[in-house]
């Protein structure tokens, strides 16, 4: 099973457990205020390692919308289909006038997500 590792905690995965759903199942408070549809980047990550070379069209619409493709991916649009290592960027406890993280995700990517090489975006 693949290792995700977050803030010095390591656990594994089944190949389908979204990535924002590990690193909060993780214990760790990461953002997902728009419930993982891809329209806020509140879950926004860093990948020390591991990063996959795929992306959805809704996060690269999103990011690229918001300035930050190429800086940040969206954890609620990867799976856990390998090891990676990454770094939330906005949770509970960084986060000003924060209460909750937002509604859980669900278990699967929304919107219906088709993985498409990053280059078909031309992201490298």
Excluded at 8 to 20: C, F, P
Excluded at 26 to 38: D, E, L, N, V, W
Excluded at 52 to 73: H, I, N, V
Excluded at 79 to 108: F, K, Y
Aim: glycine share 8%.
């Amino acid at each position: 099973m693949p290792t995700l590792t977050v803030a010095g905690k390591t656990a594994e995965w089944s190949a389908d457990k979204r990535l924002v759903n590990a690193i909060e199942d993780m214990g760790i408070h990461i953002g997902h205020r728009c419930g993982g549809q891809a329209r806020c980047t509140t879950c926004r990550v860093t990948f020390i390692s591991g990063e996959p070379d795929t992306m959805t069209a809704a996060e690269y619409q999103k990011l690229s919308e918001r300035g930050l493709l190429g800086q940040y991916r969206l954890s609620c649009q990867i799976l856990c289909t390998h090891d990676m290592e990454v770094e939330p960027i906005m949770t509970l406890e960084n986060q000003e006038g924060w209460s909750d993280t937002g509604p859980r995700p669900a278990d699967v990517v929304e919107p219906v997500a088709e993985w498409l090489p990053k280059s078909t975006f031309g992201v490298s």
